[in-house]
């Protein structure tokens, strides 16, 4: 089982670009969560989705969009990138039956220009 | 809202003393805990988790941490520390619902040979 894959891993951006992040998950999690980190920051939620077809905002939603279409798979997209969305973004998944335990992709490296 | 708050932005130790990294938290409700770490430029890992019963948990890589309701406080400890856990320490709380982790703004950990 690969656990939680992000593509890609490193992107440059210019501004005003749009972009997709792709998430995928083998683990069979109905819930599953974008969050992105800042240095000093911890982690923000973005967006997160308890299964397919239901969506809803996290903390910091704003210039970002999801969708949800199958269990495995959460794209986060970026419609005009800004420089404020230079940032690491992560992917996790929850079975919603742990308690929240969360298990995490390895990130995407974002830097807009 | 619930909120974390880890005082301690940067901790150096000598290998082989004892660690204690301090995590305060705020939530109305019994809250669901837990400790993450993250190697440079990789994804987080679970280190340990608290959801009830006994308050002192063991996780992996020899760590453990306290739940004191009173003090709202989840602190992770080690006692004996090696330079492999030179990292950045995550605390985080939820309520057990869907939406997500909060986290606080993590712990730079620095080991002195």
């Known amino acids: ?84 969305q230079t940032s690491v973004y992560f992917c996790a998944t929850d079975s919603s039956f742990s308690y929240n335990e ?6 995407t490296r974002l830097t807009v220009l | 809202a619930q909120s974390v708050t880890q005082p301690d932005i940067h901790i150096t130790v000598s290998e082989g003393a004892s660690l204690e990294l301090r995590c305060n938290y705020s939530y109305g409700a019994t809250p669901y805990l837990f400790w993450y770490v993250q190697s440079p430029g990789q994804g987080l890992q679970l280190l340990l988790k608290y959801f009830s019963g006994d308050t002192l948990v063991q996780g992996i890589k020899g760590f453990e941490a ?28 939820s309520g057990g619902g869907a939406d ?9 950990l620095i080991i002195q040979p």
């Open chain 1, 1 to 84: 089982n690969a656990g939680v894959t992000q593509t890609p891993k490193f992107r440059i951006l210019k501004i005003g670009q749009s972009m997709t992040l792709q998430c995928t998950q083998d683990m069979n999690h109905n819930y599953m969560y974008w969050y992105r980190q800042d240095p000093g920051m911890g982690l923000k939620l973005i967006y997160y989705s308890v299964g397919a077809g239901i969506t809803d905002k996290g903390e910091v939603p704003n210039g970002y969009n999801v969708s949800r279409s199958t269990t495995e798979d959460f794209p986060l997209r970026l419609e005009l990138a800004a420089p404020s």
């Open chain 1, 102 to 107: 969360q298990f995490f992709g390895p990130g």
């Open chain 2, 66 to 93: 306290e739940f004191k309701r009173s003090q709202s406080s989840f602190n992770l400890r080690k006692p004996s520390v090696h330079w492999s856990d030179a990292a950045e320490y995550f605390c985080a709380v």
């Open chain 2, 100 to 108: 997500g982790l909060t986290f606080g703004k993590g712990t730079h």
